[in-house]
Each structure stands twice: as C-alpha cells, then as structure tokens.
C-alpha cells in the first residue's frame, strides 16, 4: 500500500509539473496564484534612436516641458510651474536669461515666430510674447476654445502655413475614438473649432498600454506630450511621455512610423525640437536626476 502511495504521488507531481510548464509555454504565469494572466512583455526600444549627447539643466528646469532652439547651443525653455521663459546655454550649462510672461501655471509647450514667443497652458490658453527677449516685451494673451480636460501639451510653429499647432493630451468631448491637433491662425488669432489632424485611437501602428489603475481611462492608449514640424521633410513629430514614444506622421495625422524610446534614457521626455539641419534635440523631466535636453541621432523615416 505505502508503495502505491508513493506511485500515485510521484504520478500526480509530474502532471503538475506538466501543466505548468504548458501554461509557460503559452506566455502565462502564476502570478503569485493567479491562474491564466498573462505574462508582461516589455517592449525593446528601438535602435533607430540613439542618444548623442546630454546637457543635464538646472534644478529650476526638472520640470522643463517644452523647448525651442535658439542656435548656438542655446535654447529656450519652460517648465510646468513657471510663467517664465528660460534661455539655457549647454556651452556654459547656465541660465542666460530669464523672461516672467505670467503668473504661475502648468505652462507646457514653447514656440519661436521671429521675436515673438509663444507659450501654451494646459488649459488651451496662448500667451504671446513680441519682442520676448528684449527689456519690455509686450504681453497678450489669448483664450481658444480648448480648456483643462483637453490638457494641451503640444504646441509648434507651421512656417509653411503660418499658424500654430496645438496636440492635446486630454480626451476629446464625445469623441472617443480620436483626438485633436489644432491649428491657431496667425494673422487672425484665432483657433480652429474643428481639428486640423484627428489622431486616430485605434490606429494598426499604436501600440495598447496597460493601464495602471483597475479602470482604463479613455485615450490613454496614446497620449501626446509635444509635436513638432521637421525643418525641411515637413514631417509632424509627436512625442509621448507616458510611454515613451516617438511617433512620426503622415499629413492625414495617421502613424507613418513609431520607436519605443529607451525608458532608462527618456524618463519623461515632454519636449522636442529642431536644429535648422533636422537636428534633433529631446528635453526630459527629472525624478531621482536632472531634468535633461538629449541631442539625438535618428535614424528612422526621413
């Protein structure tokens, strides 16, 4: 009988060791006991994307959320608690100077049109700054039809077209599958009502996130942090911060390509922008390190 047992025993273990090594071969784990969740898979960045060179900013830019380059290794930048424009010299790795255009506020996104600066808050209102650099520039500001729940973080300057581009982060009114790019009008100041680009939520090329939370919020498969126009393709960047992302579009606002930015490189990266050559400048918020502006080398779609 103690025999049998033993036979018994030695049979129903090997069944178990049999189910389970099933269950790995179909990308399932226990998960502490949890039957049939799948495993996580943590997608590679791509190597397309390579970091040149990094500029660590000062502790007052850890939150720098948008960026636009000045030549000479210089760009100017805002954070998000800050109604205040930033000149950073990556020569000297100091604040040239500093321009105040308003009270404190989440301000996300920063565009150059000859001497004027714009400046853009998550609630969807403009700042203009005419002559921003010089010692009394003049202050207007500008409301659209965007608010808080759009969360705009995008915003740059269509030279072609003479007008602004603003990406929201937010989720659109009744709109759940898409959200907006909108275009500002520079010689009306006014903002479309209709969206220029509807990026489409279930787009083949978007990658599904898990959300952290139990329930999933709307559009947070894909939620832009900054865009820009390549200086000579023309070509619409967009970032995600999120999840790292660096997406490139088509003129339609459909995903021509897109890289899994290196998470340990890009923390939290909120700002892009453009040398005059298509050099390619990325600004990153800190945590635990500095903030940083990180020149990179793309080798993706041209």
Not at 18 to 39: E, H, P, Q, V
Not at 276 to 288: M, R, V
């Amino acid at each position: 009988m103690k025999r049998f047992k033993i036979i018994l025993s030695s049979l129903f273990l090997s069944a178990t060791l049999l189910a389970c090594d099933n269950s790995n071969a179909l990308g399932f784990t226990s998960d502490n006991g949890k039957k049939g969740k799948a495993a996580k898979v943590v997608e590679p960045a791509s190597n397309a994307v390579a970091v040149a060179q990094k500029w660590e900013v000062p502790p007052i830019l850890r939150e720098v959320s948008g960026i636009a380059y000045l030549g000479d290794g210089k760009f100017a930048c805002v954070q998000d608690e800050a109604g205040v424009i930033f000149i950073y010299n990556t020569a000297t790795k100091t604040l040239d100077k500093q321009v105040t255009f308003a009270a404190a506020g989440d301000y996300e996104g920063i565009a150059l049109v000859n001497e004027t600066a714009y400046v853009v808050r998550s609630d969807g209102r403009l700042f203009e700054v005419a002559n921003w650099q010089s010692a009394s520039p003049k202050i207007t500001e500008h409301s659209t039809p965007l608010n808080a729940a759009h969360n705009v973080e995008g915003l740059t300057y269509d030279a072609r077209q003479n007008r602004l581009l603003l990406a929201i982060k937010g989720i659109e009114s009744g709109s759940p599958t898409y959200k907006g790019v909108y275009a500002f009008d520079l010689a009306t100041k006014k903002l479309a009502s209709q969206p220029l680009l509807k990026l489409n939520l279930n787009d083949p090329l978007l990658v599904k996130t898990v959300a952290k939370k139990k329930k999933k919020k709307a559009g947070s498969d894909w939620q832009p942090s900054e865009i820009a126009l390549h200086p000579t393709t023309g070509d619409i960047y967009l970032l995600e911060a999120t999840n790292p992302q660096l997406f490139i579009l088509n003129p339609d606002g459909s995903i021509k390509a897109r890289h899994k930015l290196n998470d340990a490189e890009f923390y939290k990266p909120e700002g892009i922008a453009f040398g005059p050559k298509g050099e390619l400048y990325i600004s990153n918020e800190g945590k635990n390190d500095p903030g940083n502006i990180l020149l990179v080398n793309f080798q993706g779609t041209k």
